[in-house]
């Protein structure tokens, strides 16, 4: 994951901070005995290959659409499970956080704090995770331009951390769509922290489900390889066994055993962009 002019930003990551990033897992935990196997296998599939693997679960959903969806088992049994991916598979271990005095006690498990989309303009909650020291990951509003999210950069650096990953996943298109821009990645890449790609997050249809998110999971393999070949850092995923059979998000999830494929086809596709060399950009022929 090159990260220029911010060599510590994936420093969270053990690895060379020259690989792919892959943040990956299960949207939320459902249980412990499936959580340890899904990150037991994504370890596994990762352990030969370029790439930098994060470990991804939430243990509480708290912008759930319906009153009844399933949103985690909440702060103390989810992280003490996120504990054990940790001590037993050794993955580093990300989750989101929704309120500021989530972070003191997120901060003692998680490699890196995750500031939810909806959130990403809470300055609070940005100052809060920021002043912790670990990574944060802030990911892109659905409401907003990519420029805008310089705000939220500058809120974490002025707290002191530059240890920042910044998550395109789309833009709302209406009521109920996403569309992603890639342009964004680029522009976000210019304040020097590694950009990541959402390719289930940015596939999902709100409010299509009817009580659920409904989603377009065909899209994600094309989307991306679109946002490698524009120069993405890494990927973020949710992944999981059998998605129709998941707890959130089951519409828009890439089924694990996908994974290991769609690594292969977008490392290849990097590493033939490397060897090519930088394009020249069209105001500069």
Request: proline share 8%; hydrophobic share 40%.
């Amino acid at each position: 994951m090159a990260v220029p002019g911010n060599p510590c930003a994936g420093d969270a990551v053990p690895g060379n901070p020259e690989d792919f990033l892959l943040i990956a897992g299960p949207c939320v935990i459902e249980k412990r005995e499936s959580t340890l196997r899904i990150a037991e296998e994504i370890e596994r599939m990762t352990r030969d290959l370029p790439v930098r693997t994060v470990f991804k679960a939430s243990y509480l959903k708290a912008n759930r659409a319906h009153p009844e969806s399933y949103t985690g088992p909440g702060i103390d049994e989810g992280l003490s499970i996120l504990r054990e991916v940790k001590e037993k598979i050794g993955l580093p271990v990300l989750s989101d956080v929704h309120c500021r005095t989530e972070v003191g006690k997120a901060s003692e498990i998680l490699d890196i704090i995750q500031i939810p989309a909806y959130l990403c303009r809470q300055t609070p909650l940005i100052l809060e995770a920021a002043r912790t020291g670990k990574a944060v990951n802030i990911k892109k509003g659905q409401f907003m331009s990519p420029e805008a999210m310089e705000g939220a950069v500058k809120k974490a650096r002025g707290a002191g951390n530059d240890r920042l990953i910044l998550t395109e996943r789309g833009t709302f298109f209406g009521y109920r769509d996403l569309v992603v821009d890639f342009r964004s990645i680029g522009i976000m890449k210019r304040w020097g922290f590694p950009v990541l790609f959402d390719g289930t997050h940015s596939v999902q249809r709100p409010g299509q489900g009817g009580n659920t998110s409904g989603g377009n999971p065909e899209f994600i393999y094309p989307l991306c390889r679109a946002a490698v070949a524009v120069g993405c850092d890494g990927l973020y995923l949710e992944v999981h066994p059998r998605p129709e059979r998941a707890l959130s998000d089951a519409d828009s999830m890439l089924p694990l055993g996908q994974l290991l494929p769609l690594l292969e086809e977008v490392l290849r596709l990097r590493e033939a962009l490397a060897a090519r060399g930088p394009s020249i950009p069209r105001s500069e022929r």
